[in-house]
């Protein structure tokens, strides 16, 4: 596609309830990113992924969350027993590597989750 | 750890007037990236810098990556409304390849 898409836009939950987050990267990227934000705040980096392999999981906050990515494209986040601490945006990123020249991050317009 | 510190947090100005944004570390990046991000969007890239001292110029906006590659700033010459946003620095280690360091960000408001 044109650019990075995420869906849903908005999700709201109950504590305790599973959700599923998706990323669809740009075409032909091989590498894709996950990241947290709170209001306001900067990016918390989550786990990245070059083709399907996440050589980086270090930032996941908990064995809550899991992420996976098949055919090299579309990636999903993944929640288990959501807990409200983990309300959110989750922004997905990709770029064309991850080498010089070519790890600029183009961003999706994020997934925004509250859990109640 | 690779902290980017940006300052101000916060900065509210009226229409016309100039600013700039910093962001410091005590690492070495390869590259660093500024983005800035509207309510309710993702960040939008708006420059790349890659060369210690490189100074880029987009319409009203100046960076420049210091020469030791530790530090940046965006600088913006008569700030207008749409300048309004959430401006974020990103630094790039190609020895940690996938992995950018995010500042916390500067909320820029511009009152007209």
């Known amino acids: 596609g044109a650019g990075v898409s995420q869906s849903p836009s908005n999700k709201v939950t109950e504590k305790g309830k599973d959700v599923e987050l998706r990323c669809d990267p740009i075409?032909?990227?091989?590498?894709l990113y996950w990241y947290r934000q709170s209001l306001g705040q900067g990016l918390e980096f989550l786990i990245y992924?070059?083709?399907?392999?996440?050589p980086d999981k270090s930032g996941l906050p908990s064995d809550r969350f899991s992420a996976e990515r098949t055919g090299g494209s579309v990636s999903t986040l993944t929640i288990q027993r959501t807990q409200q601490e983990d309300s959110a945006v989750y922004l997905c990123?990709?770029?064309?590597?991850w080498g010089a020249g070519t790890d600029t991050q183009y961003f999706g317009p994020g997934t925004r989750l509250t859990v109640l | 750890t690779q902290l980017l510190e940006q300052s101000p947090q916060f900065l509210s100005i009226q229409e016309g007037e100039n600013l700039t944004v910093y962001c410091n570390s005590s690492?070495?990046?390869?590259?660093l990236q500024w983005y800035r991000q509207e309510p309710g969007e993702g960040p939008v890239l708006l420059v790349t810098?890659?060369?210690?001292?490189e100074v880029k110029k987009l319409k009203r906006l100046t960076f420049q990556f210091g020469d030791a590659r530790k530090d940046s700033s965006l600088h913006i010459t008569a700030a207008q409304p749409g300048d309004t946003g959430l401006y974020l620095c990103?630094?790039?280690?190609?020895?940690?390849?996938?992995?950018?360091?995010f500042g916390d960000g500067t909320t820029l408001t511009v009152k007209p």
């Open positions: 690492s070495v990046f390869s590259s």
């Open positions: 075409s032909g990227h091989t590498a």
């Open positions: 992924f070059q083709g399907n392999s996440a």
């Open positions: 810098v890659v060369t210690g001292g």
């Open positions: 990103a630094g790039a280690r190609h020895t940690n390849a996938g992995k950018s360091t």
């Open positions: 990123a990709s770029s064309l590597g």
